[in-house]
Nanobody, 114 residues
Framework: QVQLVESGGGLVQAGVSLSVSCAASGFIFSNYAMRWYRQAPGKERELVAG???????SYADSVKGRFTISRDNAKNTVYLQMNSLKPEDTAVYYC????????WGQGTQVTVSS
């Protein structure tokens, strides 16, 4: 079965960098686009970044130029490198794949203090 396991969140100060990872299993990873979403307290879940199976990337305007999504098909892992973090980036970050239906990871908390 499809499994997505995020890791790498934490508490950091504004301005620093942090990377989160998502290890995928249960499907042919290299064939599927992957996405990162986030959900802040009291807010709806929002799309942060996406990467196609061929490596094309897209970003929300709020993170463009600061975040980078990448993938390692040999490791079945997708990454989100977050630079110049801001307090408003505080959220639970979720990995997502659509394979006949929606699959989500359990999420990893990223907290940015001012």
């Amino acid at each position: 079965q499809v499994q997505l396991v995020e890791s790498g969140g934490g508490l950091v100060q504004a301005g620093v960098s942090l990377s989160v990872s998502c290890a995928a299993s249960g499907f042919i990873f290299s064939n599927y686009a992957m996405r990162w979403y986030r959900q802040a307290p009291g807010k709806e879940r929002e799309l942060v970044a996406g990467i196609t199976n061929t490596g094309s990337t897209s970003y929300a305007d709020s993170v463009k130029g600061r975040f980078t999504i990448s993938r390692d098909n040999a490791k079945n892992t997708v990454y989100l490198q977050m630079n110049s973090l801001k307090p408003e980036d505080t959220a639970v970050y979720y990995c997502y794949v659509y394979r006949w239906k929606d699959y989500w990871g359990q999420g990893t908390q990223v907290t940015v203090s001012s």
